[in-house]
């Protein structure tokens, strides 16, 4: 069964501490390697979709980078409003394949 | 103008209950899908479905069916429920499936059901 592995789990930053999260992936024919934010009693918001090795895609302090077994969102100089659940996926045939997301929070 | 919305929020009932969910968009989007995060808030796929085709996660127990009156609605209905079933359900949406099928999904805010 295709799986995505979400690294770390939680993690802690302080305001402008640049970081980044993983995520591993095990699928054949990838349709597209999805990152979603998701805030408390929200609903995922999508942020980035990349399809290729090579591929990267910037928004504000965010940007997503695409290996062929890894993908990484990169946080520049993050703010307290960053924090929040960083959900991976990706896409099945059907459906999105999320991880278990990391719990991201920036301290003032 | 929000794009995809479930009602209610918040459902609280007994078990053994029967229940539906409603979910709406107006993005316009050929398929849409039932999402179930548990308590440890891992999202999982329950149905994809448009207009063709109906596509089931093999987990799903059949006291969960998705019933569609049109292309803009996916309602979820639940038959005797079972203090397992209590999780946050949500709804998405998103253009084309298949073999493209690698569009963004839109999800609602999620509606966090309770089994007492």
């Known amino acids: 069964e295709d799986q995505v592995t979400q690294s770390p789990e939680a993690l802690r930053l302080q305001e402008g501490e640049s970081s980044s999260l993983n995520c591993s992936y095990t699928?054949?024919?990838?349709?597209?390697l999805f990152w979603y934010r998701q805030d408390p009693g929200k609903g995922p918001e999508f942020l980035f979709t990349?399809?290729?090795a090579g591929e990267e895609k910037e928004k504000e302090r965010l940007k997503a980078t695409l290996t062929k077994k890894e993908s990484f969102l990169h946080i520049t100089a993050p703010k307290p409003e960053d924090s929040a659940t960083y959900l991976c996926a990706q896409h099945s045939g059907y459906a999105l394949n999320f991880g278990k997301g990391t719990s991201l929070l920036v301290t003032p | 103008d929000t794009a995809v919305s479930q009602t209610p929020k918040y459902l609280v009932t007994q078990m053994g209950n029967d229940k539906s969910i409603k979910c709406e968009q107006n993005?316009?989007?050929?398929?849409m899908y039932w999402y179930k995060q548990d308590s440890k808030k891992f999202l999982k796929i329950m149905f994809s479905y448009n207009n063709k085709e109906l596509i089931i996660n093999e987990t799903v127990p059949n006291r969960f069916s998705p019933k569609s009156p049109d292309k803009a609605h996916l309602n979820l209905h639940i038959n005797s429920l079972e203090l397992g079933d209590s999780a946050v359900y949500f709804c998405a949406s998103s253009q084309g499936q298949g073999v493209l099928g690698n569009q963004p999904q839109h999800f609602g805010d999620g509606t966090r059901l309770s089994i007492l």
């Open positions: 990349l399809y290729s």
């Open positions: 699928v054949s024919g990838l349709r597209g």
């Open positions: 993005l316009g989007h050929d398929t």
